[in-house]
């Protein structure tokens, strides 16, 4: 997969910027590099919901509303890969980790905390690639000091 993938400039910097966030690895960007068409025509929203994992609102005026869920119909091979490469950035990423750890203690439970890495993981990494960039730690801090 990788030889395929280093024969296209564009797609193997896309790789390059996909794995430098820990928890991404060879599998998980080479599954969004192929499911998207190397990021073209996709959103991460579109993707997000493709996935499964786009959270769902339902209410009606001011007085019914439900908790969201993920919709039931979604590409479960991505959604499974994409949940292992949220756990390992939950582990090995300390923007994920952080996170993770201040929805626990709001009380949130597990799966949700999860889906919500997944959806943030997902966002972050089509952001790497629409700017052309790889994954910094406190990229908000460095950003502020070069304005």
Not at 16 to 26: F, N, P, R, T
Not at 112 to 121: C, D, E, Q, T
Request: with cysteine; net charge positive; glycine share 6%.
């Amino acid at each position: 997969m990788l030889e395929i993938i280093k024969e296209d400039e564009e797609m193997y910097r896309h790789y390059l910027h996909l794995i430098s966030c820990k928890g991404v690895g060879l599998v998980t960007s080479v599954m969004l590099i192929v499911f998207t068409d190397n990021f073209k025509g996709w959103s991460a929203k579109k993707m997000a919901s493709y996935c499964g994992i786009a959270p769902f609102y339902e209410s009606s005026g001011s007085s019914v509303f439900h908790k969201s869920n993920t919709g039931g119909y979604s590409n479960r091979r991505l959604k499974g890969i994409l949940t292992q490469a949220a756990r390992s950035a939950i582990t090995h990423n300390p923007t994920f980790k952080q996170y993770y750890q201040r929805m626990k203690a709001q009380g949130k439970p597990y799966g949700v905390i999860l889906n919500n890495v997944n959806n943030k993981l997902l966002h972050i990494l089509f952001s790497l690639v629409a700017h052309d960039c790889d994954f910094e730690l406190d990229h908000e801090a460095k950003r502020a000091l070069r304005a």
